[in-house]
């Protein structure tokens, strides 16, 4: 009867990893992210009185970041985290014409970001937790390439967003690995008007970017 108490008591057990993970004040990891992004897209009133385009557009496009992770703890409940990354991003604006051809403008570039986001996890159950965070965002285009000839968009070479999103960690023997889904964005307008006839139309353009995050830490 006791052996039989003693095998009951075990069943459903579970090992729990890094169980003092808390307890370090800063903790570094990587992380590698999918954005899919694209432009928020505001007309001016040369949209219907100068532009031929009857549609204007900005089709989402996968990207690619990696970069690394610093967390600092604060409480059991809160954390201050700063994800420096580096993105390729290549942004797109659609011109469709009443013809039936289409013009896309392409802005292929290479952004380094910088958020700064306050954490909100849950309480540890075992091996997992959930979390939300919120912050800011300020990115920098590091391959500046300004347009020189006409018919092509150009955009500014900084923006600043606001980002939010949520994510769950699962720790494991070695490591803590925690799949993210963060949205953001861009609250500056980084159109950057010119004589081209790609601009004509367009007033303002923001960034608007989902991304699914890998963190390791």
């Known amino acids: 009867m006791a052996a039989q108490e003693v095998k009951s008591q075990g069943i459903g057990y579970r090992r729990r990893h890094l169980e003092f993970y808390d307890d370090k004040p800063i903790h570094y990891g990587i992380l590698f992210g999918v954005p899919f992004t694209r432009f928020n897209i505001k007309h001016n009133n040369d949209f219907v009185s100068k532009d031929s385009a009857f549609v204007i557009q900005s089709p989402t496009n996968a990207a690619f ?16 985290r700063t994800t420096p990354s580096v993105s390729l991003y290549e942004r797109q604006v ?39 965070l919120a912050g800011f965002t300020l990115g920098l285009e590091t391959n500046v390439k300004r347009s020189r000839g ?14 939010y999103g949520v994510g769950y960690e699962q720790f494991f023997e070695f490591f803590k690995f925690a799949p993210e889904l963060r949205f953001s964005h861009g609250l500056g307008n980084v159109f950057r008007p010119s004589k081209s006839s790609a601009g004509v139309g367009i007033s303002k353009l923001t960034t608007h970017t989902v991304t699914l995050y890998l963190n390791f830490e």
């Open 150 to 163: 006409g018919g092509q968009l150009d955009t500014k070479s900084s923006d600043f967003s606001v980002d």
């Open 94 to 132: 659609k011109f469709s014409y009443p013809n039936g051809t289409d013009k896309i403008e392409k802005r292929e570039s290479t952004w380094i970001e910088i958020p700064l986001l306050l954490k909100y996890k849950s309480l540890r159950r075992v091996n997992s937790r959930m979390y939300m």
């Open 65 to 80: 970041r990696m970069g690394f992770i610093v967390n600092a703890f604060l409480t059991d409940h809160f954390d201050i």
